[in-house]
Nanobody, 115 residues
Framework: QVQLVESGGGSVEAGGSMRISCQASGDIYSIHQMGWYRQAPQKQRELVAVISTAENINYGGSVQGRFTISRADAKYTVNLQMNNLQPDDTAVYYC?????????WGPGTQVTVSS
């Protein structure tokens, strides 16, 4: 099994920045992809950003140009730098890891952006 723990969430005013991180542990041997999804109240979970390699990154349309994802393989960590945050970015952010077609999820971290 793989465990994911998110950290760094909280509250920020519109226009501010925040960095959230995810630490993976457990039976890790071949990570295909790590990344972030988010879910706002009464909305479906949506892609924020996922990374397989430094050259293979996908961002959700609403965060392109404002968010940056990075991965530190040696530490089984994925980070998300979020700039120019807006109230619409308010959501629970979930870390995800794909390994050998198994998809693991963290418990989520709340990000709240006030106007």
């Amino acid at each position: 099994q793989v465990q994911l723990v998110e950290s760094g969430g909280g509250s920020v005013e519109a226009g501010g920045s925040m960095r959230i991180s995810c630490q993976a542990s457990g039976d890790i041997y071949s990570i295909h992809q790590m990344g972030w999804y988010r879910q706002a109240p009464q909305k479906q979970r949506e892609l924020v950003a996922v990374i397989s390699t430094a050259e293979n990154i996908n961002y959700g349309g609403s965060v392109q140009g404002r968010f940056t994802i990075s991965r530190a393989d040696a530490k089984y960590t994925v980070n998300l730098q979020m700039n120019n945050l807006q109230p619409d970015d308010t959501a629970v952010y979930y870390c995800t890891l794909i390994q050998r077609r198994n998809n693991f999820w963290g418990p989520g971290t709340q990000v709240t952006v006030s106007s």
